[in-house]
């Protein structure tokens, strides 16, 4: 052990966030003195920052974000990240990774418009890393959709009606989009699947509790995917619906003959 004239004495080499044990023992002239322990532990050492933070995808959307960074996964225990308004505001925590492993982190949103930052920094426990660098996005509100402009097709009776519409540009349930919306008032028929592709022209065939003389609201509407594509407004058509005209009764081949029924003068 070191002997040292007069405090203070300065160790080195020490582990991080461990615990030690010093004793000091006063000495005079080759005497030893009654000697004196103390136990400390030595202080984290906060982790590195984050480097290389990007967007997973641009541009951000009204549904949020994902972050990705990279970090060599010393001394850190997660990750969090932070968002603020481009101009203005204050950094606010929007979400922490499930593990120390993760490299990327979602802004669950829901967003407004506007220009954003984000920065993540590392957490060991309550010891903070200095902030990654800022990514900045810009968030574009959602286009509104066509609306749709539904017509009756053919006689509407009380055994069933179609109604089309033109197909609106942008809707395609393969890309996210929920397609079309129908809904009637009074609401006892039952509708029809909506026909995305066949024929080009989307319909549905309205059957089964439908009244005779009773006018009938069909609407429509187109339905985003939610971040860059939102519903169009309802397009709608009234159909009232008649009784089917009565079959025509007919006498069969031949007839009643002439005025004489037959007969000879």
Known sequence: ????????????????????????????AGQKGTAATATFTTGKVAPAAPTGAAL???????????????????????????RKPKTGGSWTKVADSAAATDRELKDPGPLTAGDYLWRVIA?????????????AGTVVAPAKLPTPAPV??????????????????????????????????????TVSAVDFTTPAKPFVKVTGQIAADTAYTVSVTAKGDGTTKTDSDAGTVDITPTEPAPSAKGYGEGGYGDDTYGGTA
């Open 1 to 28: 052990m070191p002997i040292v004239t007069s405090p203070p004495y300065n160790a080195s080499g020490l582990t991080p966030n461990t615990a030690y044990t010093v004793t000091v023992t006063p000495m005079r």
């Open 56 to 82: 997973k995808t641009s541009p951000p959307t009204v549904a949020g974000a994902t972050i990705t960074y990279t970090h060599d996964g010393k001394n850190v225990t997660k990750f969090r990240l932070e």
């Open 123 to 135: 957490v060991d426990d309550t010891t903070d890393s200095p902030p990654s660098n800022e990514v």
């Open 152 to 189: 009756g097709k053919g006689t509407a009776t009380t055994t069933e009606f179609d109604v089309e519409w033109p197909a609106i540009a942008g809707v395609d349930a393969s890309k996210g989009d929920k397609g079309y919306v129908v809904s009637i008032i009074p609401g006892e028929p």
